[in-house]
C-alpha cells in the first residue's frame, strides 16, 4: 500500500493594508541601509526607542541601530527563541528582559538581522535614559563586547509628574558639553544646529498626523486598532525615521487610508481582512506578544473586540497630549520630548492617562497585559488596574505573556482569561440596562 503524505497548510498570508505594506518595505530599506554601513562608510549610533533622538543622530550622517526594534522583528519572525536560550546558555538569566536576550543571542550567533544580513557594530551607544533601569545594563553588555564610545544622557525621573525649567536647562547642558562633542567626534561631522531644525520641523509635520490617526479611534465603529495596528503605525516615527520626508509621506498616506475607512464605516483591517462588527471598545495597557502576534490578536477581533487606545503606543512619544518637536527650539524640544515618553512618566501620570482613555474613547473596559520581563511596564500595573476601574467604574482584566520569549505565550491561558473579561464587560452591561 502506497502512503501519501500531505505536506502542511501554511498559513495563509496576513491581509495587510497599504500603509501596512508602506511600513514594512520602509523598514526593510532602513535594514539594508543598515547592513550596507561598512561599505557606505556611514557610522552606526546604538539607542533604543524611548527618547530616541534619531533628527540629532542624522546631524551627524549616522544610521540608527535601535537593539530593542530587532528583537521585535526576530519576535516576529519567530527567530527569538533561540536567540534567548543561546543567551541563557551564556549565563543570563531567565528573569532578564527577553529583548535583550533576544539581542546578546543574536550577537553570540554571528549578529545576523532581520533582513538575513550582518549587522555592522555600532561606532557609538547614545543612551538617552528615560525611566527603564534595563536600558543601561543592557549597554554595559554592549559596551563590553564593541568598546565602542559610549554616550550617557540623563533624562530626570518625572517623580513629581512635572517638568521644570531646570530638568529643561540640565538636559540642554549634557547635550552641549558632552553629547554633541562626542557624536561631532566619533563621526567627524561638525554640529549644525540648522541643519537640527529643519529635521524638527519635519517631525512636528509627522507628529501631527499620528495624532489625528490615533484619535480617530474616537469614532464608531473604530477605523483602526490602536494596539495591534498601533505597532505598525508607531514604527517609522519612533524609530529611524522621525525628521524625515520619508515620515511625513508615509503618516499623510496613512491618515488618507484611515480618514477613507471612516467615510465607508469600516472597522480596522487584520489579518484576516476587515474586521467585523465593532463588540468591544477596550483600552490596553503593556507591550504586546510578538512571537504569536497574529494568534494573539485574533483572539481580540474574533470576538469583535477592539483596541482604541493603548499606552505601550506612547512608548516613544506621548504625542497626542500636545507635544510636537519645536525647531524654534531645538535642543530644549528634544530634552522635552525625552522627559515626556511613558516610560519617565510616574505611576499617578499612568493612571491619569489610562482614565482619560477609557471615558474620552468611550471604552467598556481597561485590560492589562503584564509582561513577565518587562519592569518598567509590570510594576504597579495591578494598583494601576484597581485604581482605573474604581474611578471609570468600567472593568478591568489583567493576562499575562512575554515579549519574545515563546515559551511564556500560552495560548489557552490568554484565551480562557478574555472570554471571561468579555462575558464580565456583557454583564456590566446587562446591569446598567437593568438600572435604567
Known amino acids: 500500500m502506497t502512503v501519501i503524505t500531505r505536506p502542511k497548510a501554511k498559513p495563509a498570508d496576513a491581509i495587510k493594508d497599504a500603509s501596512m505594506a508602506k511600513q514594512k518595505a520602509m523598514m526593510a530599506a532602513h535594514y539594508d541601509r543598515l547592513s550596507d554601513a561598512p561599505e557606505t562608510g556611514q557610522k552606526v549610533a546604538a539607542t533604543f526607542v524611548p527618547g530616541n533622538l534619531n533628527e540629532l543622530i542624522m546631524c551627524f550622517d549616522m544610521v540608527n541601530n535601535l537593539p530593542e526594534v530587532n528583537a521585535i522583528q526576530n519576535g516576529l519572525r519567530r527567530t527569538s527563541g533561540s536567540y534567548v536560550m543561546e543567551a541563557e546558555k551564556l549565563g543570563h538569566s531567565e528573569d532578564v528582559c527577553t529583548y535583550v536576550k533576544s539581542d546578546i543571542g543574536m550577537m553570540a550567533r554571528g549578529n545576523i538581522g532581520p533582513n538575513g544580513r550582518k549587522l555592522p557594530n555600532p561606532d557609538v551607544l547614545l543612551l538617552s535614559y528615560t525611566g527603564c533601569f534595563t536600558f543601561m545594563k543592557w549597554f554595559e553588555l554592549l559596551r563590553r563586547e564593541y568598546g565602542c564610545e559610549t554616550i550617557m544622557f540623563q533624562t530626570p525621573y518625572m517623580a513629581d509628574g512635572k517638568i521644570t525649567p531646570d530638568m529643561i536647562a540640565y538636559m540642554v547642558k549634557q547635550l552641549k558639553q558632552d553629547v554633541i562633542p562626542k557624536l561631532e567626534k566619533v563621526s567627524g561631522v561638525k554640529f549644525d544646529i540648522d541643519r537640527l531644525r529643519e529635521y524638527l520641523k519635519k ?38 525615521f522621525r525628521g524625515t520626508d520619508e515620515a511625513i509621506d508615509y503618516y499623510r498616506f496613512l491618515r488618507e487610508e484611515v480618514d477613507q475607512r471612516i467615510r465607508e464605516g469600516k472597522g480596522p483591517v487584520t489579518p484576516d481582512g476587515d474586521m467585523g462588527k465593532e463588540r468591544y471598545r477596550l483600552v490596553v495597557e503593556g507591550p504586546p506578544n510578538y512571537t504569536n502576534f497574529r494568534q494573539f490578536w485574533k483572539m481580540f477581533y474574533d470576538e469583535g473586540a477592539v483596541v482604541v487606545a493603548s499606552s505601550y503606543t506612547k512608548v516613544g512619544g506621548t504625542y497626542d497630549f500636545g507635544f510636537r518637536h519645536n525647531p524654534d527650539k531645538p535642543l530644549e524640544s528634544l530634552a522635552e520630548y525625552c522627559l515626556n515618553v511613558y516610560t519617565n512618566r510616574n505611576l499617578p501620570m499612568r493612571v491619569d492617562m489610562l482614565e482619560n482613555y477609557v471615558n474620552e474613547y468611550e471604552a467598556d473596559g481597561l485590560l492589562i497585559n503584564s509582561i513577565k520581563s518587562c519592569n518598567s511596564f509590570s510594576a504597579g500595573q495591578l494598583l494601576m488596574m484597581r485604581e482605573v476601574e474604581k474611578r471609570t467604574g468600567k472593568p478591568a482584566a489583567f493576562i499575562e505573556t512575554d515579549l519574545v520569549d515563546p515559551r511564556y505565550f500560552s495560548a489557552a491561558n490568554v484565551k480562557n482569561r478574555l472570554e471571561s473579561y468579555f462575558q464580565m464587560i456583557e454583564q456590566k452591561r446587562g446591569g446598567l440596562r437593568g438600572a435604567a
Open 203 to 240: 517631525s512636528a509635520v509627522a507628529e501631527d498626523d499620528l495624532v489625528k490617526v490615533l484619535q480617530s479611534a474616537k469614532h464608531k465603529p473604530s477605523p483602526i486598532d490602536a494596539y495591534f495596528g498601533g505597532i505598525y503605525y508607531i514604527g517609522p516615527i519612533f524609530g529611524a
